[in-house]
């Protein structure tokens, strides 16, 4: 099994930044791609970022400048360090993980942006 455990959210004004971080654990062999979701109130989850094991990232629109998505693959740990924020950045944010053609879930993690 595979376990992934979030952590940094929290709440935070507009303008500030936030570094998420989610470890992966247990049957971890061959990590490809490490990715951060979000999925704010009546609203679908999106994906926000992506890291591929050679590094090649991707960003969503909405999030690119601001957000920068990294990964230790010594620590099958994936980060998302995030500037900037806005209030509409809020929501769970929650990691997804692909090893040999299957996807694991962290258990997700609050990020609210208010003054």
């Known amino acids: 099994q595979v376990q992934l455990v979030e952590s940094g959210g929290g709440l935070v004004q507009p303008g500030g930044s936030l570094r998420l971080s989610c470890a992966a654990s247990?049957?971890?062999?061959?990590?490809?791609?490490m990715r951060w979701y979000r999925q704010a109130p009546g609203k679908q989850r999106d994906l926000v970022a992506a890291?591929?094991?050679?590094?090649?990232?991707t960003y969503a629109d909405s999030v690119k400048g601001r957000f920068t998505i990294s990964r230790d693959n010594a620590k099958n740990t994936v980060y998302l360090q995030m500037n900037s924020l806005k209030p509409e950045d809020t929501a769970v944010y929650f990691c997804?993980?692909?090893?040999?053609?299957?996807?694991?879930w962290g258990q997700g993690t609050q990020v609210t942006v208010s003054s």
């Open positions: 890291i591929a094991s050679g590094g090649t990232t």
């Open positions: 247990g049957m971890i062999f061959s990590i490809s791609a």
């Open positions: 997804n993980i692909e090893q040999v053609r299957r996807q694991y």
